[in-house]
């Protein structure tokens, strides 16, 4: 399919072959058939991608100040190579479309194919040929309403909930400052709610417009006698004045509070300045408030992602119902916004109409597409580095996600290895998957299910969020693909009997599947020194972990049911790192957590793990620290010697009264974790991590989990005491 995106770096916008979006469970595949180009947000958007670094670090103070920590604690080069690789990302555009829906997903009722609908949601309702929208930004089109007009229904909604925060009632006097298109329809909404509605714009033209398209009165900001103007309107002051201006000046927020009566009212929809002289604010005694966005719901992820609705008795109007609204005005004809949408566009003239924004200072900007999709070929074309396929001993690789992390720690790594081919890469949006095939040589770019079954891959990456591991680690080791994929393997028990099934089907069948998981400490070169230094031991160790993680808020994807919580989604290194320097399995778990305080969310933890040889490993993983201090902290004791291991950069090893200390940059061992297992898959050896090890530390997970509800050990493996050192594995060779 086609998609409109934008170049981070230079701020240009172009027209893309992508994939299509996945289907997921509670969304819905929507050809869109028009979407609605902002003059405001997107303008904006692109001026900001079209300043140099400095120019955006200047508009960003926070994200340099983050870059900044980020260096402090990893690096500059770490930290320069994150910046690159996220000025890398190609950024999809739009959040204000309507279309035909094609499939739905699982768990969605409320709609069918052949629907019309309207959709939101930035990153959701991009301009694409073909979007995935979740349940909860879509809304069904009533018959009498045009596609074209529904597009217009997300920005619709922008405009009602501005309404609704100002409490205006039926015959009250409004004033709309800033009358491009959030402006216009504010004032179509509040003239159809029965208010009174003057317009105020510092272009003269668009005041005189908005006059025309429903405003009383059409004022220009800059008029000297504007409090003359309105006072005329309405004597007191008007009752309610709402902000859709875009300026970082303050002028506008003054204007309202000179303008407004006694105890009247402010609403800021739109990014003005807030510098409003307390002295009027506070003579007038004026209520002042913004509006965010579309209404209740809007940046929530359980709602927009998880499809979770808020009971109509407690919350009216969500984000979905203000939508509704919207289209139930245009169905009455209460509202016209026809001669908004007067400049259209075929989507392939998209960098045209974006440049006629900026010169005429339109509305808005009405893209349509093709009512059929044109047939495109199933790959995109090949480059020259695919044509190594031929040659044997070589691996073709596919990879699903292309995030932060792929982009930054394994794609690098797999492009520069020998004897690999990048053959194909996939992401649920598709948009990123094109990024990465133009970023990192991949050949082309897939739909993850076109990906797992294509004959072509003979190695699968699975780099995807949590929650989508399972079906994607079960479809790739059932098409007998060699299989990475990143922590954790499951977030659920559940799914990991799935896979464990799976996994001892195929081994009866054709031998044991290649599975390998990210697990990547236990092969940093420092790891290899540490356990080198004890290969000799003879008695149990004693292993303590200090993990100083830094505060999560409660609604970060990785403490959601999808990203399965911080102890199974990354705890799972740490007992990963002892089971490996150990050697021998974990028997018995305890765990503790402080108490949460609505603040935390099990990320304070104290967990104890015993090992069959009588080993233990005391664990802190913590989220109430500073980040300032180094975040993992090891030392381990056994037979008189000690080793201290700081955030992979420093290892102190004692015995006998001395000391000698190694430091390196920082390695936490992706490299060597890479090389070892793209050795395994092209020799057809085993994965460097046994498939039992792999299910005993994600199952050691979910008992910690258990531990902190029982408040009592959970037993993981019968009590049964073995020789130190029994076991023999990959993980328990010097790393050279």
Sequence with gaps: ????????????????????????????????????????????????????????????????????????????????????????????????????????????????????????????????????????????????????????????????????????????????????????????????????????????????????????????????????????????????????????????????????????????????????????????????????????????????????DYPVGYVRWTERRNMEAFLNFLASGAIDVAPLLEQRYPMEKAVQAYEDLREWRAYTALLEYPAVLPVEPALTPVSKRAERNSISGTLRVGCIGAGGFAREAIFPSLRSAKNVVLESVATASGVAAESARRGFGFARTQTPSALLQDPDIDSVFILSRHDSHVSYVAAAISDNKLVFVEKPLATRRGELEEIRSIYERKKKANGSPFLMVGFNRRFAPLTGQLRSFFSKRREPMMIHVRINAGFLPRDHWTQQKSGGGRIVGELCHFVDWARSLIGVPIERVWAAALPDGWRYSRDNVAVTLSFRDG??????????????????????????????????????????????????????????????????????????????????????????????????????????????????????????
């Design 615 to 736: 080993s233990l490993t005391n664990l802190l993983y913590l989220a109430n620290g500073d980040r300032a201090v180094a975040k993992e902290y090891y030392e381990v004791f056994c037979e008189g010697g000690i080793a201290r291991l700081e955030d992979f950069r420093t290892l102190e090893l004692t015995r006998n009264g001395k000391t000698r200390c190694v430091r390196s940059k920082q390695d936490k061992g992706h490299r060597e974790e890479l090389e070892r297992t793209l050795k395994a898959m092209i020799t057809g050896q085993e994965s460097p991590i046994p498939f039992d090890q792999l299910c005993e530390v994600t199952e050691a997970t979910f008992a910690i989990e258990e531990a902190i509800a029982a408040g009592s050990a959970i037993l993981l493996c019968p009590t049964t005491t073995v020789p130190v050192a029994a076991e023999k594995e990959p993980g328990n060779v010097l790393i050279s």
């Design 1 to 308: 399919m086609r998609a409109i995106l934008e170049d981070p770096r230079s701020g240009q916008v172009s027209v893309y072959e992508t994939p299509e979006p996945e289907l997921r469970a509670g969304g819905i595949l929507v050809r869109t058939h028009f979407s609605v180009i902002s003059a405001g947000t997107e303008r904006a958007k692109l001026e900001a991608g079209q300043k140099s670094l400095m120019g955006k670090a200047l508009q960003r103070p926070d994200l340099v100040q983050q870059v900044i920590d980020y260096a402090r604690a990893n690096g500059v080069w770490a930290a320069y190579h994150k910046v690159r690789s996220r000025l890398d990302n190609l950024s999809p555009l739009g959040y204000s479309c309507a279309g035909i829906i094609i499939a739905t997903g699982l768990g969605v009722t409320e709609f069918r194919p052949g629907d019309r609908v309207a959709c939101g949601g930035a990153g959701y309702a991009n301009h694409a040929e073909v979007d995935f929208i979740p349940r909860n930004l879509a809304v069904s089109v009533p018959e009498k309403v045009p596609l074209e007009q529904a597009a217009l229904t997300t920005i619709g909604a922008i405009a009602v909930q501005g309404l609704r925060q100002s409490q205006a009632t039926f015959g009250e006097s409004v004033a709309v400052i800033g009358a491009g298109l959030v402006g216009v329809l504010t004032v179509q909404l509040a003239r159809a709610a029965g208010c009174r509605v003057i317009a105020i714009d510092a272009d003269a033209r668009r005041a005189e417009q908005a006059a025309m398209l429903g405003a009383q009165k059409g004022l220009v900001a800059g008029d000297p006698q504007i409090q003359d103007a309105v006072r005329e309107f309405s004597p007191d002051g008007v009752d309610v004045v709402i902000l859709t201006a875009a300026t970082p000046s303050s002028e506008p927020i003054e204007l309202a509070g000179r303008i407004t009566r006694d105890r009247g009212r402010i609403v800021i929809v739109g990014d003005v300045g807030m510098g409003i002289s307390r002295r009027i604010a506070y003579a007038k005694e004026l209520s002042i408030v913004c509006s965010r966005s579309y209404g209740p719901g809007r940046y929530d992820p359980q709602y927009e992602e998880e499809g979770k």
